[in-house]
T-cell receptor, first 115, second 114 residues
Framework: GAVVSQHPSRVICKSGTSVKIECRSL??????MFWYRQFPKQSLMLMAT?????????EQGVEKDKFLINHASLTLSTLTVTSAHPEDSSFYIC???????????FGPGTRLTVL | EDKVVQSPLSLVVHEGDTVTLNCSYE??????LLWYKQEKKAPTFLFML????IEKKSGRLSSILDKKELFSILNITATQTGDSAVYLC??????????????FGTGTRLQVTL
């Protein structure tokens, strides 16, 4: 089956720093990538949808200047959490899709802890 | 606003029991309903349902969709401790003119004990 990787798997940083998370589709070209956030004991919440070569579409309530998404190629999307604060501590998961549909393949997730 | 509601929120059963997990939804532009199993990391795909009344099976797991009543169930028979996980239901319902996206329910936390 299709493989999606995320890096890093875990990151701990100080408040105020920026953190970049990479999502790669390893054996297929991902037209669309989705970024989700999951707080403890809660479900996945879609943050944004990104299509290769164009600006990401953010969900309501997600600050686009704080969560920068770049989808520079068909196999790589990055999420940068700028000036991270403790309330940004969460599990960030990407999903990559070959087509325009949302039923893509999930990456293993990145656990971010902001001290 | 699209809504996906799962019940029960959590469940503890003994190994060998059969469980039924519920998912109801209220969305515009329904396309498909998906079930995922989430253990410690990202969700793993179980089923995708698009048509009413057609049961999908994979081993001890099965699922069915009722598009008239707007719900789906996930059945697990002869449960094993390895079935302990959070089961997530998600609905694909693309807003008109935009890319498709998934709306997730809060999940059902299943614990199977010996």
């Amino acid at each position: 089956g299709a493989v999606v990787s995320q890096h890093p798997s875990r990151v701990i940083c100080k408040s105020g720093t920026s953190v970049k998370i990479e999502c790669r589709s390893l054996d297929f070209q991902a037209t669309t990538m989705f970024w989700y956030r999951q707080f403890p004991k809660q479900s996945l919440m879609l943050m944004a949808t990104s299509n290769e070569g164009s600006k990401a579409t953010y969900e309501q309530g997600v600050e686009k200047d704080k969560f920068l998404i770049n989808h520079a190629s068909l196999t790589l999307s990055t999420l940068t959490v700028t000036s991270a604060h403790p309330e940004d501590s969460s599990f960030y998961i990407c999903s990559a899709s070959r087509l325009a549909g949302a039923t893509g393949f999930f990456g293993p997730g990145t656990r971010l802890t902001v001290l | 606003e699209d809504k996906v509601v799962q019940s029960p929120l959590s469940l503890v059963v003994h190994e060998g029991d059969t469980v039924t997990l519920n998912c109801s939804y209220e969305v515009t532009n329904f396309r498909s309903l998906l079930w995922y199993k989430q253990e410690k990391k990202a969700p793993t795909f179980l089923f995708m349902l698009t048509s009413s009344g057609i049961e999908k099976k994979s081993g001890r797991l099965s699922s069915i969709l009722d598009k008239k009543e707007l719900f789906s169930i996930l059945n697990i028979t002869a449960t094993q401790t390895g079935d302990s996980a959070v089961y997530l239901c998600a609905v694909e319902a693309p807003p008109t003119g935009t890319a498709s996206k998934l709306t997730f329910g809060t999940g059902t936390r299943l614990q199977v004990t010996l």
